[in-house]
């Protein structure tokens, strides 16, 4: 019986130091990340699709479910996230994600853009006091990210930490060196400024050197409105720019009503989010995209 005993205590002893380290993240950009870091090493699923508006996840039981046995939830943070992880945590009831250390947000660490200055209210639309939280499109502060997402998987298993960090290197030399690339390639377009729909872009044009400052929203979270779309027009016609960036989470309504006023204007839609279109599994793929979108406008 002692015999017995002793073989179970130790299969479970083994299962428990084998077992995988349990990632949920909240966009499928953070589980690609996770993936790049991480290997096999974690099992990691994201709460979000990449055909969502990341700022309107529905907080469905299904996903409390899971968070169940997750040991650790990566958030873009700066509020992206705010309207729905909170009560996915309580009703998760996993002490695990109630702690500090449970939810690991990213977007504070990475030199946020668009900190807001002043009082803010509702009045000013969906708008993120400590900064822009959609950082996934800058592959500088991605590569950066990965660090951070080593570090915080090393410290819940040491064991791995030290291929953690290399996996997270080698990721963050790869987009320092495609960056390069894309930077040269968006040059040669001699495209210099683009309208978007929301401030989903920010990052992406500050690290091509891009101006991407008027947009299709009024506010942000706001539904263009007609008088707004022909003050959009007007500055279009005397900036000369000819390339709109439709973020394919909203409407393309918008983009006909555009072409009525600007028949040669040229509209992309694109994915903003890893898995945001079909082929797109990875954070290189994604900016790829855009900027080949970009290249497209040019022609």
């Known amino acids: 019986m002692k015999k017995i005993f002793f073989i179970v205590l130790s299969a479970l002893f083994v299962n428990s130091a084998n077992a995988k380290i349990q990632v949920a993240t909240t966009t499928p950009d953070l589980a690609a990340l996770v993936r790049e870091v991480a290997k096999d090493k974690v099992d990691v699923f994201s709460i979000g699709k990449g055909t969502q508006d990341p700022h309107q996840i529905e907080a469905k039981p ?42 690991f947000e990213l977007g504070a660490e990475l030199d946020p853009i668009e900190i807001s200055k002043g009082s803010i209210t509702r009045a000013d639309g969906d708008v993120h006091p400590g900064g822009n939280p959609h950082f996934q499109l800058d592959p500088i502060r991605l590569g950066q990210a990965g660090l951070l997402v080593a570090t915080k998987l090393g410290e819940l298993d040491p064991t791995q930490k030290d291929e953690f960090r290399k996996n997270a290197e080698a990721f963050k030399k790869k987009m320092e060196e495609k960056t390069k690339e894309w930077q040269a390639r968006l040059k040669k377009t001699n495209i210099i400024e683009l309208v978007a729909y929301h401030k989903n872009f920010s990052y992406f044009c500050f690290r091509f050197a891009l101006q991407c400052h008027l947009l299709l929203e009024p ?43 600007l028949p040669n204007l040229r509209i992309e839609r694109v994915p903003v989010s890893v898995e945001g279109e079909s082929g797109i599994v990875t954070n290189e793929q994604l900016i790829e995209r855009l900027v080949k979108a970009v290249e497209a406008g040019a022609r």
């Open 62 to 103: 299904s996903f409390m479910v899971k968070l169940r046995s997750t040991d650790v939830v990566i958030a873009q943070g700066l509020e992206l996230e705010s309207a729905w992880l909170s009560p996915l945590i309580q009703g998760a009831r996993n002490p695990k994600l109630t702690k500090k250390e449970g939810i």
């Open 219 to 261: 506010k942000p979270g706001i539904p263009p409105t007609a008088n707004h779309l022909l003050d959009v027009i007007e500055q279009m016609k005397k900036r000369n720019i000819n390339l709109v960036l439709i973020e394919n989470l909203y409407e393309d309504a918008v983009g006909a009503k555009l072409k009525t006023y």
